[in-house]
């Protein structure tokens, strides 16, 4: 479990009560930090992990400078990348001026989502960016879940094993 900086880490075993601790420890895991270091994640991942492990990457990927990092334990393990997005980071209605914060540096900004040309760029952001996080991820040799908050994600994870299933 990670923030700004690596909070919990429960080292790999199998079986049933393995999964039960690593359940138990993500519900009641009270981040201290505010930030998000995909990188220093990743690279603790790297140095602590020595045999080959498959590895769940949970996040928003909403972060930089991770691609190295990534593309290393990419190699080193079996990394899969479950992206977690909501609609609304990737279009926005028009509500008139909104006033929004990141979560992560309590940063205020105020935009008005009724001029459509602040919504296309926002959108037009939005596209760049999951683009390029989809090319990273294939330079990385990473699978990627991809989850809507709106939605179940049982589907996602059931489609990526059963076609994981079929090209292993």
């Known amino acids: 479990i990670f923030s700004d900086r690596v909070e919990k880490f429960v080292p790999p075993r199998k079986g049933r009560a ?3 601790r690593v359940l138990r420890e993500l519900f009641y895991h009270k981040p201290e930090g505010r930030g998000t270091d995909i990188a220093r994640a990743l690279e603790y991942l790297t140095h602590v992990v020595r045999r080959r492990a498959v590895a769940f990457l949970v996040s928003d990927f909403m972060s930089d400078g991770f691609e190295k990092p990534m593309s290393v334990a990419g ?21 008139g ?9 309590g940063e205020l900004f ?16 939005a596209v760049k960016a999951r683009e390029g996080l989809q090319r990273t991820f294939r330079r990385s040799c990473v699978d990627v879940i991809d ?8 589907q996602p994870l059931m ?3 059963k076609e994981r299933e079929r090209r292993f």
């Open 75 to 95: 190699r080193r393990h079996d990394l899969i990348a479950v992206r977690l997005s909501d609609q609304r980071e990737e279009s926005l209605p028009p509500l």
């Open 97 to 105: 001026y909104v006033e929004f914060e990141d979560a992560e540096t």
């Open 110 to 125: 105020m935009a008005n989502t009724s001029d459509s040309r602040f919504r296309a760029e926002f959108e037009e952001g």
């Open 147 to 154: 989850i809507q908050t709106d939605e179940s994600y049982v």
């Open 18 to 20: 393995h999964v039960l």
């Open 159 to 161: 489609r990526f094993f």
